[in-house]
């Protein structure tokens, strides 16, 4: 539902701060089904946090253009419009990967 939510927006409004909003809550939910984090902690954890931890469980799935990326979706004002793209497909990959893995 998030992807999708995405791909509205990058069509309709392209709003950085939507982009932001769903993004952090893709990796939430991610870290949350891969047992990274748990429903009592998450409200603890800022944006920066939530980053840092997805980065270190998936760091080797990644290339280092993606790292970055991932790394600056706090700072999207400076994401320019094809990374948006890039981080649809990105996030897409591995939510359904995870997804399987987890069914």
């Known amino acids: 539902y998030y992807i999708w939510l995405l791909r509205r927006n990058h069509i309709l409004d392209n709003n950085l701060n939507v982009y932001k909003k ?3 809550r893709i990796m939430k939910d991610i870290l949350i089904l891969e047992r990274v984090i748990d429903y009592k902690n998450i ?3 800022n944006n920066r946090q939530i980053v840092n931890l997805f980065l ?5 799935k990644f290339s280092v253009n993606e790292i970055n990326l991932i790394s ?3 700072s999207l004002e400076q ?6 793209e890039t981080y649809l497909l990105l996030f897409s990959k591995s939510v359904n990967e ?3 893995r987890n069914l």
């Open 22 to 24: 769903y993004f952090i």
């Open 72 to 74: 600056n979706i706090i």
């Open 43 to 45: 409200a603890e954890l």
């Open 98 to 100: 995870i997804i399987w």
């Open 56 to 60: 270190d469980k998936f760091q080797k």
């Open 79 to 84: 994401i320019s419009q094809p990374e948006i």
